[in-house]
T-cell receptor
Framework: AQSVSQHNHHVILSEAASLELGCNYS??????LFWYVQYPGQHLQLLLK??????LVKGIKGFEAEFIKSKFSFNLRKPSVQWSDTAEYFC????????????FGQGTELSVKP | NAGVTQTPKFQVLKTGQSMTLQCAQD?????MYWYRQDPGMGLRLIYY???????DKGEVPNGYNVSRLNKREFSLRLESAAPSQTSVYFC?????????????FGEGSRLTVL
C-alpha cells in the first residue's frame, strides 16, 4: 500500500533558525503533493501544494517545498522560523493509482523557542 | 462565511453508546470527508462522499457509518462506541472530486470513549 513518511516527529528550533522537514512517499507514479499546518487548537489549513510545473513551490508565510521526483520527496523549508510557526505540519500525497486517495503523513510537531 | 462546521466539539461516551458527529459546509463543495487524527499516525480517512447520495470507504471505516444527507451535510455515526475510537475527528470538504483539490477542514471533534 502507498504510504507517506515524515521522519521527524518533533523538531525544536530557536527563532531565526532554518527549517527543513522531510516528507517521502512510497510510489513512483503520478502524485499531487501538499503540506498542511495545524496551529495549536486550530484546524488544518493548506500551506502549499504541488500539482505540476516548477518543482519549487512557494506557499504562505515564507514556506517553500521542493518536489524531487527521483527521491520521492517533498521537503518543506523555511529560511528563518518565527515563534508563530510553532505548529504541527502534515505532508499529504494523492496517489492516482488509488483512485485519488489523499494520504497523510504522521505529522511533525515544530516547537520554536523565542 | 463559516466554512466547515462540526458539532459537537467535545464528547465523552461510555463503551457501547452511540452518537452522531454532524458536519456542514457552506462552500457549495461536492466532496466531503471524515478523518480521524491519532498521535503519531497522522490523519486517516474514514469515509468519503463525492456527491449527495454517494459514500465510499476510506482506510479505517470499521465501526462507523456515514450519511450524506444533502450537498451541505455529511454525518458520521458510531453505533457502538469502543475505546479504540477515542480520537479527534475532522470533517473536510473540497470543491472538486476526490483527490484533486485543496481540502478545507472543520475545527475537529474530540471524542473520548471510556
Amino acid at each position: 500500500a502507498q504510504s507517506v513518511s515524515q521522519h521527524n516527529h518533533h523538531v525544536i528550533l530557536s527563532e531565526a533558525a532554518s527549517l527543513e522537514l522531510g516528507c517521502n512517499y512510497s510510489y513512483g507514479g503520478t502524485v499531487n503533493l501538499f503540506w498542511y499546518v495545524q496551529y495549536p487548537g486550530q484546524h488544518l489549513q493548506l500551506l502549499l501544494k504541488y500539482f505540476s510545473g516548477d518543482p519549487l513551490v512557494k506557499g504562505i508565510k515564507g514556506f517553500e517545498a521542493e518536489f524531487i521526483k527521483s527521491k520521492f520527496s517533498f521537503n518543506l523549508r523555511k529560511p528563518s522560523v518565527q515563534w508563530s510557526d510553532t505548529a504541527e505540519y502534515f505532508c499529504a500525497v494523492i496517489f492516482y493509482n488509488q483512485g485519488g486517495k489523499l494520504i497523510f503523513g504522521q505529522g511533525t510537531e515544530l516547537s520554536v523557542k523565542p | 462565511n463559516a466554512g466547515v462546521t462540526q458539532t459537537p466539539k467535545f464528547q465523552v461516551l461510555k463503551t457501547g453508546q452511540s452518537m452522531t458527529l454532524q458536519c456542514a459546509q457552506d462552500m457549495n463543495h461536492n466532496s466531503m470527508y471524515w478523518y480521524r487524527q491519532d498521535p503519531g499516525m497522522g490523519l486517516r480517512l474514514i469515509y468519503y462522499s463525492a456527491s449527495e447520495g454517494t459514500t465510499d470507504k476510506g482506510e479505517v471505516p470499521n465501526g462507523y457509518n456515514v450519511s450524506r444527507l444533502n450537498k451541505r451535510e455529511f454525518s458520521l455515526r458510531l453505533e457502538s462506541a469502543a475505546p479504540s475510537q477515542t480520537s479527534v475527528y475532522f470533517c473536510a470538504s473540497s470543491e472538486r472530486g476526490r483527490g484533486t483539490g485543496e481540502l478545507f477542514f472543520g475545527e475537529g471533534s474530540r471524542l473520548t470513549v471510556l
